[in-house]
C-alpha cells in the first residue's frame, strides 16, 4: 500500500469554480499534513499545513483534514488560471515527509 | 525562493565526474533534506541532516554523499553517476521536532547525467 495517495489523472476547472484535491494516507501515527503546489520547471511551495481535525482556511484555500479515515483535502475555491499547476500532498511522521505523487490542475479562462 | 538557495540550477556530467550540489538555508532552521524528483514518481526522500547530524538515509547508493557542515550548509557529492541518476534534485530545510514541520524548498538542481 502506498503511503500518501493521490488521484490520478489530470482535473480541468473553468475559471471562477472550486477544485477539490483528495489524498489519503496509510500511517495512522502521522502528525502533520501539507499541501504544495509545483509549477512546471519549479520546486515545491508550501501553501497549506494542517495538523488537527477539521477545516483550515487560507485566503481561497481550504484545507481539510479528518484522521479518522486517514484524508486530507485541499479546495480552491474562485479557481484562477494562476492556480494552474501540480499539486502535492505531503504527510508528516517518523521525522520525515512521504509525498504523493501529485495532481495537476488546470484552470479553463 | 531566497530562503534556500542551490547551486548550480543545472549541471550535464558524465558517468565518470565527480560534481558537487550545494544548499544554503537563510530561515533559521536546523534540519536539512536531500530529495530526487523523477517524471511521473512522487518526491523520493534520500537525506535527512538533524542539527548536522544525519538522521536519515533512504538506501541511497553511495555514488551519493552527503555533508552537512553546519546547520546552514549542506552539500550532496556526486560521482560515477548512471543515466538513471538524471533527475531534479531538490533540497529543502525546516525546524526538527517530535512532529515533522514545514519544509521549504530550494529552486532545485535539474542534473542530466551523459
Known amino acids: 500500500q502506498k503511503e500518501v495517495e493521490q488521484n490520478s489523472g489530470p482535473l480541468s476547472v473553468p475559471e471562477g469554480a472550486i477544485a477539490s484535491l483528495n489524498c489519503t494516507y496509510s500511517?495512522?501515527?502521522?502528525?502533520?499534513f501539507f499541501w504544495y503546489r509545483q509549477y512546471s520547471g519549479k520546486s515545491p511551495e508550501l501553501i497549506m499545513s494542517?495538523?488537527?481535525?477539521g477545516d483550515k482556511e487560507d485566503g481561497r484555500f481550504t484545507a481539510q483534514l479528518n484522521k479518522a479515515s486517514q484524508y486530507v483535502s485541499l479546495l480552491i475555491r474562485d479557481s484562477q488560471p494562476s492556480d494552474s499547476a501540480t499539486y502535492l500532498c505531503?504527510?508528516?511522521?517518523?521525522?520525515?515527509?512521504?509525498f504523493g505523487k501529485g495532481n495537476q490542475v488546470v484552470v479553463i479562462p | 525562493e531566497t530562503g534556500v538557495t542551490q547551486t548550480p540550477r543545472h549541471l550535464v556530467m558524465g558517468m565518470t565526474n565527480k560534481k558537487s550540489l550545494k544548499c544554503e538555508q537563510h530561515?533559521?532552521?536546523?534540519?536539512m533534506y536531500w530529495y530526487k524528483q523523477s517524471a511521473k514518481k512522487p518526491l523520493e526522500l534520500m537525506f535527512v541532516?538533524?542539527?548536522?547530524?544525519?538522521?536519515e538515509n533512504n538506501s541511497v547508493p553511495s555514488r551519493f554523499s552527503p555533508e552537512c557542515p553546519n546547520s546552514s550548509h549542506l552539500f550532496l557529492h556526486l560521482h560515477t553517476l548512471q543515466p538513471e541518476d538524471s533527475a531534479l534534485y531538490l533540497c529543502?530545510?525546516?525546524?526538527?521536532?517530535?512532529?515533522?514541520?514545514?519544509?521549504?524548498f530550494g529552486p532545485g538542481t535539474r542534473l542530466t547525467v551523459t
Open positions: 500511517d495512522r501515527g502521522s502528525q502533520s
Open positions: 505531503a504527510v508528516g511522521g517518523n521525522n520525515r515527509l512521504a
Open positions: 494542517i495538523y488537527s481535525n
Open positions: 541532516y538533524s542539527l548536522e547530524e544525519r538522521v
Open positions: 530561515l533559521g532552521h536546523n534540519a
Open positions: 529543502a530545510s525546516s525546524f526538527s521536532g517530535r512532529a515533522v514541520g514545514e519544509q521549504y
